[in-house]
Every structure is written in C-alpha cells, then in structure tokens.
C-alpha cells in the first residue's frame, strides 16, 4: 500500500503508546472520507485480532466512543486523556507490556505465520520485516529499522 497523507506510523506514541496516534489519524481520515479501503478492515473494534480492537481493549473504551471524542476535536493527548478518564489510568509497567506486545507481534508468535503470508502477498520479501509494525512501515514506503529508533 502506498504511503496515506495524514497516517502515522505505529511506532509513533502519544503518551506511553505506540499505535494510538495512528489509531487516531485512522478515525480522522475515515471520518473525511480519506481512508483507503484497504484500511477500513483494520478500521474500529469490529474485529478482535486488529490492532484498533486491541488498543480499545487494552485502554477499556469502546472504539465509537473514541471516535465520539475525536470528532469533538480533542487532540491526540486530549483522546488520551479521555480513554484513561473513561477506562482508568494505565500503569507504565502495563503501557510497557502493552508496547512490548505490539512491537513484536509476528515475531515468533502465533502470528508469524500470518506476518510471511502478508510480507509475500506485499512483494517485500526483500526486507528485513520482522513484525507487523515492519510491514506496516515498509509496505507504506517507510524504513523499518529507521522508524524503530523513533
């Protein structure tokens, strides 16, 4: 998928988060029509594997209700805010478990298998893709091992 205007990259945190910021410009862009359909299944809480469902889960908020929020034009650290107001205050051990799990997903989990299928699906068997975050990035013209320094 080519790079989208207007969507971060996963590695890029708001507070303690990873994901967040792109979560946030996923609902921004959808909400403008913006959004490529390729990312519209990745889109919300619908499906529980995502990435989207996940971070909902992990802050106990409910997708609509964020997306309520940042149609109320709260900035990303105001959504934040309004998640741990709404799901209770993430402690940084747990911010760190949940980062540590995303920025490795895929890699020797029981996602791994799924991450190849959809490195070769991309044509990017030439990368060093080792986790979705990678693919993410590489597929969107980004460089992984770049975007991992922050």
Avoid at 6 to 35: C, E, N, W
Avoid at 106 to 118: C, N, P
Avoid at 127 to 144: M, R, S
Wanted: charged share 25%; proline share 5%; glycine share 8%.
């Amino acid at each position: 998928m080519p790079h989208v205007p207007g969507l971060r990259s996963p590695y890029v945190k708001v507070g303690r988060l990873v994901h967040f910021a792109r979560m946030l410009d996923k609902i921004r862009l959808h909400t403008a029509g913006q959004l490529p359909p390729d990312y519209v299944t990745n889109y919300s809480d619908a499906s529980p594997g995502v990435f989207d469902a996940r971070c909902c889960s992990f802050l106990g908020v409910r997708h609509a209700d964020v997306v309520a929020q940042v149609l109320a034009d709260l900035n990303d650290e105001q959504a934040l805010a309004w998640c741990h107001d709404k799901g209770g205050v993430r402690t940084d051990e747990q911010c760190l478990i949940w980062n540590t799990f995303l920025l490795k997903r895929g890699w020797r989990d029981e996602a791994s298998e799924r991450l190849q299928l959809r490195v070769r699906e991309s044509g990017l068997e030439s990368h060093n893709i080792q986790t979705f975050f990678d693919l993410i990035e590489a597929d969107e013209g980004g460089d992984p091992a770049q975007a991992r320094l922050g």
